[in-house]
């Protein structure tokens, strides 16, 4: 097993329509099957990604904001709540979002890693995978809308 997923995609739209498409949670509801998060993007505030049921809000994913550089770059960690996996530090994932203008497109680049080494690894790294096939286009989509 790999310990990092890459993901590269051209968006044609600009670093700021991007960047909102990143940690805007109306966008982020549109192409993270229909979760949405709480946080204030700034490093060492929490990231809590939820789903509304039964009128309440529901924890999907956790996490903690490591970096924030405005329409460059975003880095958070990620735990899935409620997985039967102790939640401790070792067992975080970090995501990093890189953007890179240039023109009228910009290059997004997503890095997920830490699957080596925390609890499910293997199933959590599959389980990535899958759901970036899915997720990947849509947020290219929305973040080309505007």
């Known amino acids: 097993m790999e310990n990092t997923i890459e993901l590269k995609a051209t968006i044609k739209a600009s670093a700021e329509e991007v960047w909102d498409t990143l940690t805007n949670p109306d966008k982020i509801e549109k192409y993270m099957f229909g979760s949405r998060v709480e946080t204030d993007w700034k490093p060492g505030s929490k990231t809590n990604f939820y789903i509304e049921q039964d009128e309440k809000q529901v924890t999907i994913v956790k996490g ?9 770059l975003l880095e958070h960690t990620l735990f899935p709540h409620k997985s039967g996996i102790e939640d401790i530090p070792e067992n975080y994932v970090v995501i990093t979002y890189e953007i890179q ?3 009228d497109e910009v290059d ?8 080596k080494y925390v609890e499910n690894g293997l199933e959590r790294y599959i389980d ?10 849509l947020l290219k989509g929305v973040a ?3």
Do not use: D, F, S
């Open 64 to 72: 903690e904001v490591i970096r924030n550089i405005p329409n460059k």
């Open 101 to 103: 203008e240039h023109g």
């Open 108 to 115: 997004l680049t997503i890095t997920q890693k830490g699957y």
């Open 128 to 137: 990535t995978q899958k759901g970036w096939k899915v997720a990947l286009p």
């Open 144 to 146: 080309e809308k505007g």
